[in-house]
């Protein structure tokens, strides 16, 4: 069976955005702009199947790079089997985080043939294990999706407090604003968690981000960019 990973572009906004460094252990700082793995979070938000994974390719920054700070009370212990007094484990932390984003996401949906996908394997050695499955209805069913605004969670801007809104546009016919007259070096950035390599604790992913004219183009999972 021939075919061809189809991409499709979202536009993503929101009041609110933390796209959390994981550097910097106390005070939550957000990067300037939205990380690949949060993108790919906010497809997943609208469609996912073990049979698809999403490649985020490319990030346009549509709105001005701009901080607010919020001093919030958190609780500075994780939940087990005895219980928390939130008295007793309340902090209050400062974070700086974007306001008002707005994002066009473009990401590439790529079918996982079954002798691919973790846990399962195929009596077939150059063939899909289910030969009637047909990769075009996973692009169907979440350009049905996205659409209509449906979504399996509500996504998010980071983190779940900053909830998003979307919609699904067509960068060929669509009219839409342009990306910022920016350009900057953001620097080693976060890309993405390496779920492939260990399920439970996955390593990290950074790769070197950089914006010209308001326009991140991100590399593939297994390019020499990304950093391991």
Same mark, same amino acid.
């Given at each position: ?80 089997? #005895? @219980?928390?007094?939130? %008295?007793?484990?309340?902090?209050? +932390?400062? $974070?700086?985080? /974007?306001?008002?984003?707005? *994002? ?65 546009? #067509? @960068?060929?016919?669509? %009219?839409?604003?342009?990306?910022? +007259?920016? $350009?900057?070096? /953001?620097?080693?950035?976060? *890309? ?37």
């Amino acid at each position: 069976m021939e075919y061809i990973d189809k991409e499709f572009c979202l536009e993503v906004w929101g009041p609110l955005a933390c796209f959390t460094r994981p550097e910097l252990k106390v005070e939550r700082v957000s990067y300037d702009v939205i990380t690949p793995s949060a993108a790919r979070a906010i497809f997943e938000a609208i469609f996912w199947k073990p049979a698809i994974h999403w490649q985020v390719t490319k990030i346009e920054v549509l709105n001005p790079i701009n901080w607010t700070s919020v001093r919030r009370n958190e609780v500075g212990a994780v939940a087990s089997k #005895n @219980p928390i007094f939130i %008295e007793e484990k309340r902090q209050q +932390k400062n $974070s700086l985080l /974007l306001r008002d984003v707005r *994002y066009r996401l473009y990401a590439k949906l790529e079918f996982i043939p079954v002798r691919k996908r973790k846990g399962e394997q195929s009596s077939l050695i150059d063939e899909p294990a289910h030969l009637d499955e047909n990769p075009a209805k996973y692009n169907a069913m979440f350009e049905r999706r996205a659409s209509k605004g449906q979504c399996f969670t509500q996504p998010y801007l980071g983190t779940r407090e900053c909830s998003a809104s979307f919609k699904l546009v #067509n @960068p060929e016919t669509d %009219e839409f604003d342009v990306p910022i +007259k920016e $350009s900057r070096d /953001l620097g080693i950035m976060l *890309y993405d968690m390496d779920f492939e390599t260990d399920t439970k604790n996955p390593p990290a992913m950074f790769y070197r981000a950089k914006m010209e004219n308001g326009v991140i183009i991100v590399p593939p999972k297994d390019s020499e960019e990304i950093l391991r």
